[in-house]
């Protein structure tokens, strides 16, 4: 099926240290959803964009979406041990009540205190 | 705690067998999705559900069926299993009519198939 395009796959950074992952597409999508995923549970939502151009923070977490709408990033500052975990990119398209989303397949996050 | 609920939180069953896997919603959310998460092919939309009836199909497998039920749950049935079945399944909820909804995932359901 569709797959967006996630890199890095994974990183292993110092406790203090920003962090920067990006996603691309072939296709548009008008949202673009970053997900932090924790072992054993589900996605959770970190931040949504949903217009292209849109730049956006919620806490030490600033993420874009891309002017061509194929692309977004997602920057996280100064990171801390809680930021481990899997981070994935989401898009998707809106139309008749569906909203289905299309992901990345992660970055997998490690921080050394 | 997303508000999304989903049963059982593990199964183990046998290659050829039948499961069902069981989401509650949000309460007030009509909309239900159901994502399978595997190694290889990462989280993948098989279907979506809203207010009762079918709304999306994504990569989902004539095996699996899903319903919507009156009360809002849902159910999601994988017939005649292979060992590649083996995944999370996930449900997620929305309020699910308009546009800017989040969607709220569920714990998940780890599948086993041996």
């Known amino acids: 099926g569709q797959q967006l395009n996630q890199s890095p796959q994974s990183m292993f950074i110092q406790e203090g240290e920003d962090v920067s992952m990006n996603c691309t597409s072939s296709s548009i999508f008008n949202t673009w959803l970053w997900y932090k995923q924790d072992p054993g549970e589900g996605p959770v939502l970190l931040i949504a964009?949903?217009?292209?151009?849109e730049l956006t923070s919620n806490g030490r977490l600033t993420a874009q979406f891309g002017i061509t709408r194929k692309d977004s990033f997602l920057n996280i500052s100064a990171s801390i041990p809680s930021d481990v975990g899997i981070y994935f990119c989401?898009?998707?398209?809106?139309?008749?009540?569906?909203?289905?989303?299309?992901f990345g397949k992660g970055t997998k996050l490690s921080v050394k205190p | 705690d997303s508000g999304v609920t989903q049963t059982p939180k593990h199964l183990i069953t046998a290659t050829g067998q039948r499961v069902t896997l069981r989401c509650s919603p949000r309460?007030?959310?009509?909309?239900v999705y159901w994502y399978q998460q595997s190694l290889d092919q990462g989280l993948q939309f098989l279907i979506q559900y809203y207010n009762g009836e079918e709304r999306a199909k994504g990569n989902i497998l004539e095996r699996f069926s899903a319903q919507q039920f009156p009360d809002l749950h849902s159910e999601l049935n994988l017939s005649s299993l292979e060992l590649g079945d083996s995944a999370l399944y996930f449900c997620a909820s929305s309020v699910g009519t308009t546009y800017q909804e989040t969607q709220y995932f569920g714990p998940g359901t780890r599948l086993l198939v041996l």
């Open positions: 964009l949903y217009k292209a151009g």
């Open positions: 989401a898009g998707q398209l809106w139309g008749g009540s569906q909203g289905n989303l299309i």
């Open positions: 309460s007030g959310d009509l909309s």
